[in-house]
Nanobody
């Protein structure tokens, strides 16, 4: 059974930093991504990563403050976030895509597996 489990969310003041983790079990994934969703809004692409060949992609508006990385030995993907803003309060989701899927992609429908999400709340 494939599972993606996110962790690392919480309450942080504006300007603060967080590192989110996504641990996969059941199989390994070379293609993974982070999305986020605020109440009343559509799920928004944040960043994606591929292990072989090494490749990362970011939402244009988030470049510079967000860094996606992975530890293949731990089958875990990370999202480091700096200078958080109150409007970035959201549930952050990890997603993974199977080989042969459309790639790279910002579209949620192209990802096969999702975690349950981790809440990030940024106070002003």
């Amino acid at each position: 059974q494939v599972q993606l489990v996110e962790s690392g969310g919480g309450l942080v003041q504006a300007g603060g930093s967080l590192r989110l983790s996504c641990a996969a079990s059941g199989r390994t994934f070379s293609r993974a991504a982070w999305f986020r969703q605020s109440p009343g809004k559509e799920r928004e692409f944040v960043a994606a990563i591929n292990s072989t060949p090494s490749y990362t992609m970011y939402a244009d508006s988030l470049k510079g403050r967000f860094t996606i990385s992975r530890d293949n030995a731990k089958n875990t993907v990370y999202l480091q976030i700096h200078s958080l803003k109150p409007e970035e309060t959201a549930v952050y989701y990890c997603a993974a895509a199977l080989p042969g899927s459309v790639w790279p992609t910002r579209k949620p429908k192209e990802y096969n597996y999702w975690g349950q999400g981790t809440q990030v709340t940024v106070s002003s």
